[in-house]
Structure formats: structure tokens, C-alpha cells
């Protein structure tokens, strides 16, 4: 039990601010609306264009980028388990960045050239966000906070004391 509620705490901790409300907001919808296209009708040209960059096996791989998309998205508008979702997206930006954008150099292609990728200038900005998410939390506007407080997992009780959603003393 003592383990498995510090395993809790280190996920569920959260800074004392609001202000992560607006990041979390501003790059979950994003993740939701990319990985939910992706899920609606977008999940071949997702797989074709893996393999052309090289990222096999494409489809089973399009399928996690997906769901990671689209629930990471939903994890940061909710604020809830917002610690992984933050570790699962920063890799999918990683491998985003490294396979695809990094060739293309910085800037995305703004005047659509044909043939011309986009280079990583949004990784250099959702990576961070990301980071700042996992090392501070989803803040105090969020569901972790809430459940952190009902499990009362800053306390030192012991197992038999242990009562969710009770007055700390």
C-alpha cells in the first residue's frame, strides 16, 4: 500500500497555480483535434506516410500515434494523469521532430511549396510546454489535484488509518 501511494503521489502532485490551465487547454486541443483526425479516416495516410519516412511497422504505429494524440489531448484538457500523458506525447514529438522536421530545418513551410516538409519549429515549442506539464503538473484547476487531495497522499498515515476523502488532521 505505502508504495503504490507514493507511486500515486509522484503522478498526482501538482504546483499550487492556475497557470497551467492555459498550456494544458492550448496544446490538449490541439493533441485531441491531430490524433482524433487521425483516428476518423486519416489512419492509412498516416501508415503510407510512416513507411515513406521509414517508421515500420507503419499502421500498428499510426494506431498508437492516434490513440496517443487523442487521449494525451483529453488527459491535458482534464488535467487528469496529466504526468504520463506528458511523458508519452514528448516522445511522440521526439520521434516527430527526429524523423520527420529535423530534415526540413526550423521553420514550418508557411507558403505550402510543394514538396517542402515542415521543419521543427513546433516541436521547439510543445516539447518544452510538455516538460514544464511533467516537472510542475497539471495544476490546480485539474482532476489530479483533486484526486491527490481526496486520497490525502501528502499525509503520513498508515494503512489502517487510510480513509479516502478524509479531513487531515
Sequence with gaps: MKMYREYL???LKTGSSYAPLFMRLGIG???FMHGYMKLNGGLEGTAGFFNMVGLVPSYPLAVL???TETFGGLALIAGFLV???SIALTVDM???AIMVHIPNGFFINWGGAAGVGNGYEFQVVLIPSLLTLLIYGAGL???DHWLH???D???DVTEEEYKPGRKAA
Aim: aromatic share 8%; net charge positive; proline share 4%.
Design 9 to 11: 503521489r509522484l503522478i
Design 29 to 31: 486541443v490541439m493533441f
Design 65 to 67: 500515434v492516434a490513440l
Design 83 to 85: 504526468k504520463p500523458a
Design 94 to 96: 521526439l520521434v516527430a
Design 141 to 143: 484547476a485539474s482532476v
Design 149 to 151: 487531495n481526496y486520497l
Design 153 to 155: 497522499l501528502d499525509s
